[in-house]
């Protein structure tokens, strides 16, 4: 009974999720309309510029956003239980166990006044009611799990004397003691050097490998993207503007946004006149959160845009398996289709 | 010195981190005034703790010499009742050091978790324990001092509640103020994502980090209350002769000013240089424990 319900919906369904903030000058719209799922045992990218809603719609799950100012409305699933209508007290049992985060400063993330092995342990005890000794050689083990060297004696240091990077690891290490179902990583390589990003990112594919963790990873890294997710929901103005799994992605993206976030990466730089390689930018900003015409929110920096493109707002339409845009003129050739 | 300095880096190269504490101890090291107040507060610890133990009986008469100078016999003179005055000013010592910490320690205990919970409860507690501190706060410190003691009637104990209480506002402002920066560092709301509760969080993430300001404020309490604990026993609303107390020998020798000064300025001296201790001691703390006041 339970397991074939359990194969009926996905780990995570999040559906017509809409959120607001009451701010000084009036509701900024964060969040409007967004469903997506994710599968278990799937690392799922959540992408787009800066306040497009990538990390309000994460923080959305495990509600960690202020209760005096926010305005949700919406569904989260997590395994067929509403999470949007549970109270506080049950959020909490929920928060480091069920779902779990990881977020972008490492360096600041830590608490400096206890060793790191006390921390991990510590969530350890509060959700799974382990003994002092128990929790403290499972710090032990997941130290380990997540690549720190020599993790018997790491786990008796305090944060200063560790790294970004082995701070990061640390993060996740507590991030993912309680084996979580769904792990949050809101850009856990931003703050990173390069050298390390690589290293810490295969910790997440590690981990999705060996214990099944379901991952959401916030990031406007498409280079990121490409490295360790399985599908990718591109995000613009708060709406999922795309969805697809990764290679399709790449290969064939319809939207004239997510072609251009791709082709701003690196390794689309294209070669000018003077031999220099250039990266492409996005011309414009992204719109102001206040008003939400009835329009593609994209348009004023669309290269594609058209009289249409005002009139009305484009729907989620579907461009093969898995695949879908929001747009009345999407791309139809490969790899970036120059428009 | 020189062997010790150059040893220091040694640990360091060798790759291990030096404790906080040791870190802290090094930065306080390099300060004169510091180490001057450290060593003032050592001296006066040092007097209360055990130059009772050693001077003479500070209640017992020497009918043979009221009012002597300092001599042999008497180091720092006599009182007009033949009393020894080096052993009532240790005896003195004592009591400055008992209304100093345990006032401060009072505020501390009943402060410190008010200010903690204003600051995180900032939307429904807050504004009110504020409002109740400005109150209280409006009051300059001895006025508030003097009318508690008054009220509650002249004892060392009294005393002791008195300054306790004239301080909690100053402890509730600090910490407030305090866990009103700390609650919106990230590894509060990472600890908040990792389902931490309000009392954990209180505890465990916000007053750690500010230990370091309230030993200062500490340190720097204890100075005002010696002053504070003086001032009510010289008024007589605080230790009541003939226990000696700093205070208490300051009015006994108000009278014999002319004729033996060396009464009045002996608990003076004493005053003026355990309040300055503490006070270079507490300011030495607070550039010490500032990880970036490092120079």
Redesign the interface.
Request: avoid cysteine; hydrophobic fraction near 35%.
């Given at each position: 009974m339970s397991e074939r319900l359990m194969s009926e919906h996905s780990l995570l369904e999040i559906t017509g999720l809409r959120v607001g903030f009451d701010t000084e000058e009036g509701r900024v719209q964060a969040v409007r309309d967004v469903s997506l799922r994710l599968e278990r045992g799937e690392i799922l990218a959540l992408c787009g510029e800066s306040g497009c809603g990538k990390s309000v719609t994460a923080m959305s799950i495990?509600r960690?956003l202020p209760p005096?100012t926010t305005r949700l409305s919406g569904s989260i699933r997590l395994d067929g239980r509403e999470l949007t209508d549970l109270p506080e007290s049950a959020l909490?049992?929920?928060?480091?166990?069920d779902v779990?985060?990881v977020?972008q400063?490492p360096m600041?993330?830590?608490?400096?006044?206890?060793t790191v092995g006390f921390q991990i342990a510590?969530?350890l005890r509060?959700?799974e009611g382990m003994s002092r000794t128990a929790a403290r050689s499972r710090a032990v083990e997941l130290l380990e799990l997540v690549g720190i060297p020599a993790p018997a004696r790491r786990v008796r240091?305090?944060p200063?004397?560790l790294s970004g990077g082995m701070r990061q690891r640390v993060?996740i290490a507590?991030?993912v003691a309680c084996s979580p179902r769904v792990l949050i990583a809101d850009e856990p390589t931003t703050a990173l050097d390069v050298t390390i990003q690589a290293g810490v990112l295969d910790v997440f594919r590690d981990l999705r490998d060996r214990l099944g963790t379901a991952i959401i990873l916030i990031t406007h890294d498409l280079g990121v993207v490409a490295d360790v997710a399985d599908r990718a929901v591109v995000m613009y103005a708060g709406r999922a503007v795309e969805e697809a799994s990764v290679t399709e992605l790449y290969a064939r993206p319809r939207h004239p946004y997510t072609a251009g976030l791709m082709r701003a990466l690196p390794s689309a730089a294209v070669t000018g006149e003077d031999g220099r390689r250039r990266l492409t930018e996005i011309p414009g900003l992204v719109p102001p959160p206040f008003e939400d015409p009835d329009e593609c929110a994209f348009h004023p920096r669309c290269p594609r845009a058209r009289e249409d493109c005002t009139a009305t707002r484009p729907a989620l339409e579907a461009f093969g398996t898995g695949h879908r845009a929001a747009c009345f003129h999407p791309l139809s050739t490969a790899a970036g289709g120059d428009a | 010195m020189a062997d010790q300095t150059l040893s220091a880096p040694l640990p360091a190269l060798a790759g291990a981190t030096p404790g906080r504490a040791r870190q802290v101890w090094r930065r306080f090291r390099r300060r004169p005034a510091a180490v001057a107040g450290l060593a003032l507060v050592a001296g006066f610890l040092a007097l209360a703790v055990i130059g009772p133990l050693v001077t003479a009986d500070p209640a017992a008469q020497d009918y043979s010499a009221p009012l002597a100078p300092p001599s042999g016999g008497h180091l720092l003179g006599t009182d007009d009742l033949g009393r020894d005055l080096l052993a009532r000013i240790a005896y003195g010592a004592r009591v400055s050091l008992e209304a100093g910490v345990l006032s401060v320690l009072l505020a501390m205990v009943v402060g410190v978790p008010i200010g903690l919970v204003a600051g995180y409860y900032r939307r429904f507690l807050d504004p009110v324990v504020m409002r109740l501190v400005d109150v209280v706060l409006a009051f300059p410190f001895l006025i508030f001092a003097v009318g508690m003691a008054a009220i509650l009637g002249p004892s060392l104990r009294n005393v002791i509640i008195a300054l306790g209480v004239s301080q909690l506002p100053g402890i509730i402002r600090v910490t407030r103020g305090e866990v009103l920066t700390l609650r919106e560092l990230d590894y509060v709301a990472a600890a908040v994502a990792d389902g931490a509760g309000d009392g954990r969080i209180m505890f465990r993430y916000v007053l750690p980090g500010a230990t370091s300001t309230l030993i200062v404020q500490a340190t720097v309490g204890i100075p005002t209350a010696i002053i504070g604990e003086a001032t009510l026993s010289f008024l007589g609303l605080g230790v009541q002769p003939p226990t000696p107390s700093w205070g208490v020998v300051l009015t006994d020798a108000q009278q014999f000013l002319d004729q033996a000064p060396w009464l009045a300025i002996w608990p003076g001296v004493m005053i003026a240089l355990s309040t300055l201790g503490f006070n270079l001691l507490g300011d030495g703390l607070r550039d010490a424990l500032d990880p970036r006041s490092v120079r």
């Open positions: 495990p960690l005096e909490r049992a929920i928060r480091g166990k779990s985060m977020f400063e600041t993330s830590l608490n400096p006044s206890f510590e969530v509060r959700h240091e305090y200063h004397q993060m507590i991030a | -």
